[in-house]
């Protein structure tokens, strides 16, 4: 099968699409996309073709993108699908179409989540593919609010797979040797505050709880920020340092690019999960604290319906609820009274998040195979 991916090359999501549900059937492989540095090595020791999008700023440049790439879809390609859903993407699928046998659109999370109203373009290009994909049944629901239930018959609820859970399955480390590594002393408790630098995580209020502990439980924490990905300005890093180094705790910044195994090792070594972020369709790296046995704090602001009732996780209504969680729990996870319950979340969580399962589902759907 011949198959263009529209999405961002640098994504490791596209990158494991490919990579697990394309080029183990040996399928020949193209990636429109304005991004390629992160996994460029792989794609060319992979035979994959990256194709560099091209585009414009503004509304002109966005009306003109079908134009402008129409050559990048004459590949004679059994699919082309497009990632992360936005007016651009939607102004190429005609173009798709037209030289494309079958094409499909998947929707992540925020490029549905935040919209406020179906829009006319997008309710008269999902006419025209073959299949939609949203991850879950909160991101149907949203979609089932803006553009009814006429494209049902494409619809279609498939996740991604964790790269990162099959590589925290096969570890072999300890997690005293992987925080030697690090250069965390073992009777800190590790807590990890978001998974990336965009705003939307609200680091800053978790900080400032933080802040507020007493301090003879401040000098017993290790902070992790994670900082390498999202749309977060300098600026912003800026004050996440400098009100991490005012809440008395020990810290790590991650600010460069992290591998697997690297996210494998910080994500099982942390004994505190705290996700505030201001919506989500399902967060992989929150299912990754899961599977690691950590205790996750998340809002009572976003719902993952797929987890609910199945694994055990502490729900907040506030910061405020959040600091009381916080201050009661403080602990590494191994010695918490809640710990029984968190250790029962890996085998689900696996269930769930391993590429096992969606596999299949991909393949199925890319070959109209349903």
């Given amino acids: 099968m011949k198959c263009l991916v ?157 790269d990162t859970i099959d590589c925290m399955k096969k570890m072999t480390a300890s997690e005293d040797q992987i925080r030697n590594k690090y250069n965390i002393e073992n009777n800190k408790v590790i807590i990890s505050v978001g998974y990336n630098s965009s705003e939307e995580q609200q680091h800053l209020k978790v900080l400032e709880k933080i802040a507020l502990l007493p301090d003879d439980k401040k000098k017993n924490i290790h902070l992790i920020l994670r900082i390498t990905y999202g749309s977060g300005s300098e600026e912003y890093k800026n004050k996440i340092k400098e009100l991490t180094k005012k809440t008395g705790c020990t810290y790590s910044f991650f600010e460069s690019y992290l591998s697997e195994d690297e996210i494998s090792e910080i994500t099982k070594i942390t004994d505190i999960f705290i996700h505030a972020q201001t919506t989500d369709a399902q967060s992989a790296t929150m299912c990754e604290h899961l599977y690691c046995k950590c205790l996750v704090l998340n809002p009572k602001w976003i719902r993952y319906k797929e987890l609910e009732n199945k694994v055990f996780y502490l729900s907040f209504k506030d910061f405020d609820e959040m600091f009381e969680m916080l201050k009661y729990n403080i602990s590494k996870k191994e010695v918490n009274g809640l710990y029984d319950r968190m250790n029962s979340n890996s085998e689900v969580i696996f269930e769930i998040c391993s590429w096992e399962t969606y596999i299949p589902k991909w393949r199925k759907l890319y070959l109209l195979d349903y």
């Fill in 6 to 162: 529209v999405g961002n090359a640098d994504s490791i999501y596209i990158k494991s699409l490919i990579e697990k549900t394309m080029l183990a059937y040996n399928d020949r492989v193209s990636v429109l996309s304005k991004n390629n540095k992160i996994y460029s090595d792989y794609y060319d020791q992979n035979g994959v073709s990256v194709i560099k999008e091209k585009y414009s700023d503004g509304k002109l440049g966005t009306l003109l993108c079908g134009i402008k790439n129409l050559k990048a879809f004459k590949g004679k390609y059994d699919t082309i699908s497009f990632h992360f859903i936005t007016n651009r993407s939607l102004i190429m699928i005609p173009a798709a179409k037209l030289l494309g046998k079958r094409v499909f659109v998947s929707y992540w999370g925020s490029d549905i989540l935040r919209e406020k109203k179906g829009s006319f373009l997008a309710k008269a290009v999902l006419k025209l593919v073959d299949g939609i994909t949203v991850i879950n049944s909160e991101m149907l629901k949203k979609f089932h609010l803006l553009y009814g239930r006429k494209f049902d018959k494409k619809i279609h609820m498939i996740d991604f797979g964790s």
